[in-house]
Nanobody
Framework: QVQLVESGGGLVQPGGSLRLSCAASGFNLRYYTIGWFRRAPGKEREGVSC????????YYVDSLKGRFTIPRDNAKNTVYLQMNSLKPADTAVYYC???????????????????WGQGTQVTVSS
């Protein structure tokens, strides 16, 4: 059974940090591109970032560069979304997903990913 499970969401104050986890079962994440997406209230789901299996190809949306990163822990078969300097506009349900294609802006923007988790809620509020 192929499964992705997100965790680590919660309530955080503006300027704070959270680390979301995307844990895989049924397959090895190190051989797949990982994408992070989010859906804010009343908005369409949007791509956040992706990381290729090689860890050499990455893409971050311009508004999030310098604040969000995607560390990978191959031993734990887990990928993270490290979120720093959080803003209220970051409030959303965050999803991870996988594909066999290499990370690119096109891949992320078209959301060409095939296995999805159920999401974890992040709320940024004072």
């Amino acid at each position: 059974q192929v499964q992705l499970v997100e965790s680590g969401g919660g309530l955080v104050q503006p300027g704070g940090s959270l680390r979301l986890s995307c844990a895989a079962s049924g397959f090895n994440l190190r051989y797949y591109t990982i994408g992070w997406f989010r859906r804010a209230p009343g908005k369409e789901r949007e791509g956040v970032s992706c990381l290729s299996a090689s860890a050499g190809d990455t893409y971050y949306v311009d508004s999030l560069k310098g604040r969000f990163t995607i560390p990978r822990d191959n031993a734990k078969n887990t990928v993270y979304l490290q979120m720093n300097s959080l803003k209220p506009a970051d409030t959303a349900v965050y999803y991870c997903a996988t594909t066999q294609d290499r990370c690119s802006a096109y891949l992320l923007n078209r959301q060409l990913f095939y296995s999805w988790g159920q999401g974890t809620q992040v709320t940024v509020s004072s």
